[in-house]
């Protein structure tokens, strides 16, 4: 399974006050709020961070069925800038984020090895919808792929599994 997120940091800056009392509390566990703290530059700390868990989240939605708003509970290991790991319940998913000067964006797994098996999209075109997850339906092969669509102020990413 896959998972996405991106953040436009120019629209997090403008409508996220991440300095305010109480918010890194609720979102980050006492080692990610360590990991923010002692950065050099803690505002990409918290997206870094954050994209990762929403990336996880989807993946974790979407083989357990449980919605809901419980960032803390998805623990960041992080490796470094680019890799880690997401856990919660028992589940453990592997990310990779891609910092730019304008966004960070972040892509999950639930192996390792699908990093090598993600196809990027350009359009929405035939990506269907079950229960609000997305999905695409190889006619051909009647096999379903998933898809991960994230979108946050000038960007979206869509991505899916190449068989």
Request: include cysteine.
């Amino acid at each position: 399974m896959i998972g996405n997120d991106i953040i436009d940091l120019d629209i997090a800056r403008k409508e996220s006050n991440w300095r305010r009392k109480g918010f890194l509390e609720k979102i980050f566990t006492k080692q990610e709020q360590n990991l923010i703290l002692n950065n050099s530059n803690p505002e990409l700390m918290v997206w870094n961070l954050w994209s990762r868990k929403e990336a996880a989240y989807k993946i974790y939605n979407r083989e357990t069925g449980i919605n809901g708003y419980f960032p803390a509970r998805l623990r960041c290991y992080y490796q470094d800038e680019i890799f880690g790991t997401v856990s919660i319940d028992g589940y453990i998913f592997y990310t990779q984020t891609f910092i730019e000067n304008s966004y960070i964006y972040s892509i999950a797994v639930s192996e390792i090895i699908y990093f090598n098996k993600i196809k990027s999209l350009n359009s929405l075109e035939n990506i269907k919808k079950e229960n609000g997850i997305p999905y695409i339906l190889d006619t051909t092969s009647n096999t379903i792929s998933p898809v991960s669509i994230t979108n946050h102020g000038r960007f979206q990413k869509i991505i899916t599994l190449c068989k």
